[in-house]
């Protein structure tokens, strides 16, 4: 009997070039003795459902979009309760996670190495009930990647992120937060805050450093609000010299976080739109769900 393949496609991530690739990717996986049943998304929200209509008959399934659409294939395997195999096709504009785990941008060549790979166990963040792959965030351009129009990044791809991130630079506030974390407290004005499993944000490789994907731990990234131009010179330069602790720019690893908001505080997951929770509890769910890759080193 035949393994079942659940495909699910994308087709308007990055500029739709998966479809250049696609009757390649296909006959490589049937010639892998795989049946093939290929479904389509045609909005946010609707991977999760798919996953779980199918999870009963689905030996393996392989994504292609962009990491908004892997972050909702994965939901959907963990609501299903099913430990399925999940192989990830890259075709976004920025492809985060992909990057992290060193899957090749060429859609073929990672098509090869999922039917190649080894099962890995990789860790998942849970945001209240809602769950992230690599990046919960608020603050300083988080809202780029969800309010990016749809057609600029067809046309711009990842230029489009950088356009819309320039025209943010005279719109920065700060969000008053209190956050316990390893028995600790840390009150105040905040500019940017991210609790990431990734090794690279926004395109941006090693921007967190000493990252292990499947240790149950976040790396968690704060930064207090300037109040003047030499605050905002001590923040640069801590990040020029990769700090990892300074008078403004916090960083740590905890498995959990509790972060209660004094105001409006918008949130940002895997790139889509978080919801503005008063009060939010992150917690790092150990392995929770299995890739297929062929290494998860350059």
């Not at 939901?75 to 899957?103: C, H």
């Not at 999922?114 to 603050?139: T, W």
């Amino acid at each position: 009997m035949k393994k079942r393949l659940l495909y699910i496609i994308n087709p308007t991530a990055g500029r739709g070039q998966i479809r250049q690739v696609l009757l390649d990717i296909l006959d490589l996986l049937c010639r892998c003795g795989y049946e093939v049943q290929v479904s389509t998304t045609s909005g946010p929200g609707q991977a999760p459902g798919i996953v779980c209509d199918n999870a009963e008959k689905t030996d393996l399934i392989i994504c292609s979009g962009g990491d908004g659409t892997m972050d909702e294939v994965v939901e959907g395997v963990l609501k299903s309760k099913k430990d399925i195999p999940i192989g990830y096709i890259p075709s976004g504009s920025t492809n985060d996670f992909a990057n992290s785990l060193f899957i090749p941008k060429d859609p073929l060549a990672a098509a090869r190495n999922i039917m190649e790979g080894n099962l890995y166990k990789c860790d998942v963040g849970r945001f209240n009930e809602h769950y992230f792959i690599y990046v919960a965030a608020f603050g300083l351009f988080t809202d780029v990647a969800y309010q990016t129009p749809q057609d600029w990044k067809k046309m711009l791809g990842h230029m489009a992120y950088v356009l819309e991130g320039a025209m943010k630079l005279f719109d920065i506030r700060s969000f008053s937060l209190k956050i316990e974390a390893n028995g600790k407290t840390m009150e105040g004005n905040y500019l940017y805050g991210m609790i990431t499993n990734s090794r690279s944000i926004g395109g941006i490789r090693n921007i967190t450093r000493d990252v292990d994907m499947n240790d149950g731990l976040f790396e968690v990234t704060l930064i207090e609000m300037p109040r003047d131009p030499s605050e905002l010179q001590k923040i640069v330069t801590a990040f020029v010299m990769q700090e990892d602790e300074s008078e403004f720019v916090h960083t740590f690893k905890t498995d959990k976080l509790r972060i209660e908001s004094f105001g409006e505080c918008p949130w940002t997951l895997d790139g889509e739109y978080g919801g503005n929770p008063d009060l939010v509890e992150i917690e790092n769910i150990h392995e929770a769900f299995t890739l297929v890759l062929t290494s998860t080193k350059e």
